[in-house]
């Protein structure tokens, strides 16, 4: 365990990239923003568009196929979220807070109390008590599993239960009061912002029901409720099973490799790690900054079987002894620096021959 002091700043270890290469990855586009952010909204107008005719045209088991097409996609709302959150993805700094309002109100997310969390996780990664976003072991059952990843009837009980909680004032457990107690002004947003969503969502609710429109509110609203198990095989991959308490990304988060769609739908964070050790790189970067420092990584798992193989194997292993944790294998010493013009040329990624090192971590 860390001997570090509760908020004192970690001394990070992190690939080396020289500083003009970093200069011209940390440069945001409008354009790629655009794509990445339009296309992605373009993509949920598209599957919500058809899932809406086929109610009017098609059988019943036509339909639900395409709602839950839907679904799957919409639950990455939350990535495009994130990545706006971190004030990455466009040039232009109000296109940036434009999509964030989007993106929080279709989440629907909260994205006051999101960015004052997200922060201490990037500066405090698993390192609690200041980063208790995450907070290991993280453990998933079969059960959990289908309740959230196929339809999670409490979805609705949840929203309702939290926004209405927040929109009165009230704060509950150590890290939200660690999180705004200390912000009047903060706390000021997070309650109005909760209240816009109840207001929000009820409204989109009431009208759909008043009109008998009863497909929108599924197709909004309720959309996070359903076709969850795609979003919950890329984004619960991040960190689970990794080790806590270390100075080293490489070792806490970890990078798969995806196919072209759902790195798309994904934006870019099955470069977990990457994204941690530079923050400031967009996500559409991400990929350039991993062929730079690929041969400082540890091996990446190609695809979601092979990630969940991994997964599956490590928590096995601390449902055994709850005092393992998964240490990967890094090169040591640390090759030099490929440059990035080099790394244009570079093939594509493909994983790692070596095996990874298992070891037991004392509490």
């Given at each position: 365990?860390?001997?570090?002091?509760?908020?004192?700043?970690?001394?990070?270890?992190?690939?080396?990239?020289?500083?003009?290469?970093?200069?011209?990855?940390?440069?945001?586009?409008?354009?790629?923003?655009?794509?990445?952010?339009?296309g992605?909204?373009?993509?949920?107008?598209?599957?919500?568009?058809?899932?809406?005719?086929?109610?009017?045209?098609?059988?019943?088991?036509?339909?639900?196929?395409?709602?839950?097409?839907?679904?799957s996609?919409?639950?990455?709302?939350?990535?495009?979220?994130?990545?706006?959150?971190?004030?990455?993805?466009?040039?232009?700094?109000?296109?940036?807070?434009?999509?964030?309002?989007?993106?929080?109100?279709?989440?629907?997310?909260?994205?006051i109390?999101?960015?004052?969390?997200?922060?201490?996780?990037?500066?405090?990664?698993?390192?609690?008590?200041?980063?208790?976003?995450v907070?290991?072991?993280?453990?998933?059952s079969?059960?959990?599993?289908?309740?959230t990843?196929?339809?999670?009837?409490?979805?609705?009980?949840?929203?309702?239960?939290?926004?209405?909680?927040?929109?009165?004032?009230?704060?509950?457990?150590?890290?939200?009061?660690?999180?705004?107690?200390?912000?009047?002004?903060?706390?000021?947003?997070?309650?109005?912002?909760?209240?816009?969503?109840?207001?929000?969502?009820?409204?989109?609710?009431?009208?759909?029901?008043?009109?008998?429109?009863?497909?929108?509110?599924?197709?909004?609203?309720?959309?996070?409720?359903?076709?969850?198990?795609?979003?919950?095989?890329?984004?619960?991959?991040?960190?689970?099973?990794?080790?806590?308490?270390?100075?080293?990304?490489?070792?806490?988060?970890?990078?798969?490799?995806?196919?072209?769609?759902?790195?798309?739908?994904?934006?870019?964070?099955?470069?977990?790690?990457?994204?941690?050790?530079?923050?400031?790189?967009?996500?559409?970067?991400?990929?350039?900054?991993?062929?730079?420092?690929?041969?400082?990584?540890?091996?990446?798992?190609?695809?979601?079987?092979?990630?969940?193989?991994?997964?599956?194997?490590?928590?096995?292993?601390?449902?055994?002894?709850?005092n393992?944790?998964?240490?990967?294998?890094?090169?040591?010493?640390?090759?030099?620096?490929?440059?990035?013009?080099?790394a244009?040329?570079a093939?594509?990624?493909?994983?790692?021959?070596?095996?990874?090192?298992?070891?037991?971590?004392?509490?």
């Amino acid at each position: 365990m860390s001997d570090r002091g509760p908020g004192e700043l970690i001394q990070w270890y992190r690939c080396k990239v020289s500083k003009d290469d970093l200069a011209k990855l940390n440069q945001r586009s409008d354009f790629w923003g655009f794509l990445q952010t339009v296309g992605f909204l373009a993509l949920l107008a598209g599957t919500g568009t058809l899932a809406f005719w086929a109610s009017l045209n098609l059988p019943w088991y036509a339909v639900v196929p395409l709602f839950f097409l839907h679904a799957s996609c919409w639950h990455f709302l939350i990535n495009g979220f994130h990545e706006l959150i971190h004030d990455s993805v466009f040039k232009t700094r109000m296109l940036n807070r434009v999509f964030l309002w989007i993106y929080s109100f279709l989440g629907p997310y909260n994205h006051i109390a999101f960015w004052a969390s997200h922060t201490e996780h990037h500066k405090f990664t698993l390192h609690p008590p200041d980063d208790l976003e995450v907070v290991l072991p993280q453990s998933y059952s079969v059960k959990n599993f289908f309740k959230t990843g196929f339809v999670n009837l409490w979805h609705p009980w949840w929203f309702l239960k939290g926004n209405a909680r927040i929109a009165s004032g009230r704060l509950e457990g150590d890290w939200e009061h660690h999180l705004f107690d200390d912000n009047p002004r903060l706390r000021t947003q997070l309650i109005w912002w909760a209240r816009f969503l109840l207001a929000g969502h009820l409204t989109i609710v009431a009208v759909s029901v008043y009109f008998g429109l009863w497909q929108i509110p599924l197709l909004i609203t309720l959309a996070p409720a359903y076709a969850g198990a795609l979003h919950f095989f890329c984004n619960a991959s991040q960190h689970v099973g990794l080790r806590d308490n270390v100075p080293d990304f490489r070792l806490c988060c970890r990078t798969i490799y995806l196919n072209p769609v759902f790195q798309f739908l994904y934006w870019h964070m099955n470069y977990h790690t990457e994204h941690h050790m530079y923050a400031a790189v967009p996500c559409y970067n991400l990929p350039k900054l991993h062929r730079l420092i690929k041969a400082e990584m540890p091996h990446c798992p190609n695809g979601l079987y092979e990630t969940w193989t991994v997964i599956g194997g490590i928590l096995a292993k601390q449902k055994a002894d709850p005092n393992y944790q998964f240490q990967a294998e890094v090169p040591n010493p640390a090759p030099g620096v490929l440059k990035l013009d080099a790394a244009k040329a570079a093939p594509a990624p493909a994983p790692s021959e070596a095996a990874p090192v298992e070891v037991a971590v004392a509490s």
